[in-house]
């Protein structure tokens, strides 16, 4: 019985090793195991076919930030190599790994920075859209009627403000990313609007607002109201005001009405 354990538990481990081996391309780790019959190079062919198709992955999910980086290429076959790819690899997961390993083991630049920055958010916002596909589908529905109920705030007292859920905050040190009107350091929105991923890049009077949203969403502009004129740090603002910033991020498909 115990060596019954035993040699499973070799087995097991012989599989993880190559697994490994062959996922990172490490052909001649596994020449070991090969049946009778069986060549090395029809093992190389295998394993390169998929290491292929791996970089063209990489490419098409990570294009964004290609441009960033003169030796990008080669930074993905580096990466290649070194991580297998995981067991359970699904949507932006190998990108997000790949990312990930660029900030901790790469001297990025400041802009190189806010490049990876950038498409991590967006990875975030198509996960967290997945993870919460039914209220991401909800509020595109709110959205279509949001420009025409937008008139209605300052009337309509029972109207509810509803901020979308699939957002993630993001900041920008350079200028790399951003248009000339913005200065950085810069606060930034990702959101999802219909299958895409939009940007918003607020004033500080735009994030104080967003952030207060956070806390209240969804409430009425009455209450709203209320609650932004107990804050000390800054002049009280008027429900007009208040209403022309929920009718400017409607346009863009931050806020909607219901």
Known sequence: MSREVVTNEDYATQLQRLARSMAAGRTEEVLDVLARGDQPWQVKMFTNGNLDKRFEKLQRQLEFVKP??????????????????????????????????????????SEQHDFVACQRSRHAVEDEGRRNRLGHVRFQELVSMANELAGELGSNRNLQIHLNPIRIWGRFETAALLDENADPPADVLFYASGNEVRTAVLEPEGFALVHELEGLNPCTLDSWSAVADSFADREPRSQDELAEFCHDMATIGLLAFA
């Open 68 to 109: 960033a980086f003169g030796d990008f290429d080669d930074l993905l076959v580096a990466f290649i190599r070194e991580l297998p790819l995981a067991a359970y690899d699904t949507g932006t997961s190998d990108g997000d790994r790949l990312l990930e390993w660029l900030e901790l083991g790469q001297k990025l630049t």
